[in-house]
T-cell receptor, first 113, second 114 residues
Framework: DQQVKQNSPSLSVQEGRISILNCDYTNSMFDYFLWYKKYPAEGPTFLISISSIKDKNEDGRFTVFLNKSAKHLSLHIVPSQPGDSAVYFCAASDLNTGNQFYFGTGTSLTVIP | KAGVTQTPRYLIKTRGQQVTLSCSPISGHRSVSWYQQTPGQGLQFLFEYFSETQRNKGNFPGRFSGRQFSNSRSEMNVSTLELGDSALYLC?????????????FGPGTRLTVT
């Protein structure tokens, strides 16, 4: 049972425009969320996180938005750059019950120069 | 700091064999988790070790096992390999001394079962 879902397997965006990657979850007890970026032949690298006590967290060009009522989070990249082309995974956890993180299936972002 | 290292990077085994994968976490990180990545399935959690104890376990058969040593290095073992075990196996470590939960991943071991 996939508790974290990324329904868009791929996304293409023009350089300089906004990239919006979406993630939905089913477990209302999830209270911590992260985004990772993965290049081919490398492990995922941490991008940004958000706790359920917040609805927005920003780090440079990356902003994560959390809508708890909709069980939805999104990652905004502004402006998008060709180097952002990678697979993006969202992950979620219920920290009260342990440190197991549930990952989505990933969205492949292509930024077109 | 050196990153998470995994050995070997690539492995080819035949059905029925067993395999052991190794992971060295970032220095000072005591939590080590293992994930299986297959096309279309994302990262599936296998297990997490902390201070040589398995703290969490995912929904995988008993053929998948692991251990952690006193220096936090970890190994995972898969016995009686099946074709469906072909995947990228990722190890991740994280610190447990602060309220930070991001994991640092190694490059993975690509296992092919023929």
């Amino acid at each position: 049972d996939q508790q974290v879902k990324q329904n868009s397997p791929s996304l293409s965006v023009q350089e300089g425009r906004i990239s919006i990657l979406n993630c939905d979850y089913t477990n209302s007890m999830f209270d911590y969320f992260l985004w990772y970026k993965k290049y081919p032949a490398e492990g995922p690298t941490f991008l940004i996180s958000i706790s359920s006590i917040k609805d927005k967290n920003e780090d440079g060009r990356f902003t994560v938005f959390l809508n708890k009522s909709a069980k939805h989070l999104s990652l905004h990249i502004v402006p998008s750059q060709p180097g952002d082309s990678a697979v993006y995974f969202c992950a979620a956890s219920d920290l009260n019950t342990g440190n197991q993180f549930y990952f989505g299936t990933g969205t492949s972002l292509t930024v077109i120069p | 700091k050196a990153g998470v290292t995994q050995t070997p990077r690539y492995l080819i085994k035949t059905r029925g064999q067993q395999v052991t994968l190794s992971c060295s976490p970032i220095s000072g990180h005591r939590s080590v988790s293992w994930y299986q990545q297959t096309p279309g399935q994302g990262l599936q959690f296998l297990f997490e070790y902390f201070s040589e104890t398995q703290r969490n376990k995912g929904n995988f058969p008993g053929r998948f096992s692991g251990r952690q040593f006193s220096n936090s290095r970890s190994e995972m073992n898969v016995s009686t390999l099946e074709l469906g075990d072909s995947a990228l196996y990722l190890c991740a470590s994280r610190t447990t001394v602060s309220l930070r939960y991001e994991q640092y991943f190694g490059p993975g071991t690509r296992l092919t079962v023929t």
